[in-house]
Every structure is written in C-alpha cells, then in structure tokens.
C-alpha cells in the first residue's frame, strides 16, 4: 500500500477495479494471491508489479496489519506499507485519507477494506 504523509495529512494509492463482479469500479489496495513458492512480501512485490506495472524494493516495504477477514475463512491480508515519492505513481490514484473522515470511502471501497483501512491509519 503506498502511502505519503505530508504533515498531518496522508495520502493512499487505489487503483480502480475493473473487474466483472460486484468490486468493479471500486477503489481497492493492490494485491492478490501468495503463491506456494513464495512469502507474504515477495507476493505483495509481484503482485504490485503485476498490477500496477512498478516494482517496488521489498527492503522498503513494512508490514503494517495483518487481517482476518471477517467472512471467509482462512483468508488473511498481509497489509505492507510503502512510503512513496507521490510521482512514482499514477496521479489519480492518491486520496487523502482521514481517521476522523472515512464514512467518505463508504461505498468507494470494498467494505472488508473499510474495516482495517482505519487501523493502518493509526499505524502510519
């Protein structure tokens, strides 16, 4: 999850779903599936690179939140953090995310996403 922190203000980057389920048009974390061969960071730098088109060192990402989610069973994200430069990265995926504000991204983003999206915040 890349992230810029500019004073007390932070930005996150989505990217927008285009999918042809119920998540299409959805603002949502880059991500995906681990593989067998691979570790929870390696398939968050892989999946990002295969997503997003950049690759982002694995030695600057951090492991902010590990998840449950509340509805599948043994579905778990690893939630990494990447403090970018805000010009690594397609202009109109950065939102300033707030805390006290995020009844905004109600309906923007996947609601499992909503329910960490304020804990990752706090850890920022």
Excluded: C
């Amino acid at each position: 999850m890349p992230f810029l922190k500019e004073g007390k203000n932070t930005k996150i980057w989505f990217q927008t779903r285009n999918s042809n389920d119920n998540l299409n048009g959805l603002l949502e974390l880059p991500g995906g599936k681990i593989e067998s061969s691979e570790t929870p960071l390696e398939a968050a730098v892989r999946e990002f690179h295969e997503e997003v088109g950049v690759m982002l060192p694995k030695e600057n990402l951090k492991l902010l939140k590990i998840h449950k989610h509340t509805e599948v069973d043994n579905f778990i994200f690893y939630i990494f953090g990447y403090q970018s430069q805000e010009n690594l990265l397609n202009r109109n995926g950065w939102h300033e995310v707030n805390t006290l504000r995020l009844s905004s991204f109600e309906g923007k983003v996947p609601s499992e996403n909503l329910k960490f999206l304020g804990d990752i915040l706090k850890t920022l």
